[in-house]
């Protein structure tokens, strides 16, 4: 059987997430609201990559301020993120775990006031930056970003 080349083209401006782990693009795209943008996003799933064996790719053409990095960085901060102008890679952004979430992840804890009040932001707090912990600014409960 031979080798299917697959030509997905260039984009003029906007960011590539490149090594995302295998499998995760979909998830990534829905927590990152992108079906909300009006833009082109290409979505390649299980890549050859040198560096993981498998990865995904994700394509967006639109400005670069549409993506959340803090949402980003919370959900892998290794994924690479690379600005594109003009058809060339002009940035890379260094994705570090944010300090604060907002909205993001909800609190477990059903004694929290995140629960009884329906209006009310889920806001964590990274405690551990090691460990990749956070905790609910309300309650406290412990959430480590592999939870979600």
Known sequence: MGIIMLNVGKIKEGFVLDHIKAGESLSL???LSLEELDCTVAIIKNARSNKLGKKDILKVE?????????????????ITVNVIKDERIVDKKALILPKKIKNVIKCRNPRCITSIEQGLPH??????????????KYCEEKCDRFDQ
């Open 62 to 78: 639109c400005d670069i301020t549409e993506l959340n990095l803090d949402v980003l960085a919370f959900i892998d901060h290794n």
């Open 29 to 31: 795209y829905e927590k």
């Open 123 to 136: 806001v964590f707090i990274l405690a551990d930056e090691e460990k990749e912990i956070y905790r609910c």
